[in-house]
């Protein structure tokens, strides 16, 4: 296991800042919108960070975009490898057709249609190889060190969690100084909301962070639980975004330990029915992975009434046959 660079949450967050402007040049500053109907229903303000309108459809492409910026043209011209069920696989697609490059993608035999063609129509080779990152990320990592090829990873590296964490600093700066008293996050392997919660905890020490995961597939709650990052019996999940364990040693474990204040688990019929509500509400289309973190709004409806609310909707890549299931 290769050794990854330690950051703490202040070191972290003074990353994301200093990235945010070069990825401002790449990237989509997403709308931070009032949900009302949605607001009405929990007796919360509720305010949305549209990341399922980032380029992609995700907020993988900032983290992905941040590390690609620290590279050479030589390192991007000799190849880029990663591992990714396939929003982070597009936002390495996309930073390299916008600087240049060539990347080979790892990622599940069961990965969504949807997804492995618009990675393929970035230019990406893609190699399929069983159906869980925990696999992937290591044979991703092997190949890039064998051949002397940049390796990419989808959440454990301190460049891809400060560009994570520009949806962070962005939301501090669409809140204008106005107050906020909560923000929940879905998670998978932690890169979002390690970010996200470094940043708003270093200018809103009071904030109280919420990570989401579906009861089907919640390796890194599991592992937080556990006091060390551990393997689960993980089922299939519509939030396919965080679906896969977590690569062991990673950064993200400390963080979400230190960061983290609750962790809300989610069931498969309160992720479809999030999803539901959104479409019909807001008309806006998102993924089963940003659809949890309604879901766990939801949840926790009881405390967060009267309180003012991020919900970051992290993804919008979702299947027409995915959701046709889902909304059925």
Known sequence: ?????????????????????????????????????????????????????????????????????????????????????????????????????????????NASPSKVAALRRLGLELRAEGNDSGVLEP????????????????????????GQGTVGVEILEQLNGQRLDAVIVAVGGGGLISGVASVLKQHLPGIRVYGASPVRDDAMAASVRAGEIIQIDAQETLSDGTAGSVEPGSITFDLCRELV????????????????????????????SAAMAFAAARARRTELEGQRVVVVSCGGNISSSTLAAALA
């Not at 044979?139 to 400060?162: C, F, G, M, Q, S």
């Not at 204040?261 to 089963?288: K, P, Y």
């Open 1 to 109: 296991m290769t050794q990854i660079e330690q950051i703490t949450p202040a070191a972290s967050a003074a990353r994301s800042e200093q990235v945010a402007p070069q990825l401002r040049e790449h990237l989509v500053l997403t709308p931070l919108v009032k949900y009302d109907v949605f607001s009405e229903e929990l007796g919360a303000e509720v305010l949305v960070k549209s990341e399922h309108l980032q380029r992609t459809g995700s907020f993988k492409a900032r983290g992905s975009m941040a590390k690609i910026l620290t590279l050479t043209d030589e390192q991007r011209e000799r190849g880029v490898v990663t591992a990714s069920t396939g929003n982070h696989g597009l936002g390495v697609g996309n930073a390299l057709a916008t600087l240049g490059g060539h990347g080979i993608v790892y990622l599940p035999e």
């Open 139 to 162: 044979k991703a990592r092997a190949y890039a060190a064998e051949h002397d090829l940049t390796y990419v990873p989808p959440y454990n590296d301190p460049d891809i969690i400060a």
């Open 261 to 288: 204040d609750d962790w809300v688990l989610v069931s498969e019929d309160a992720i479809s029915a999030a999803l539901r509500m959104v479409i019909d509400t807001e008309h806006q289309l998102i993924e089963g």
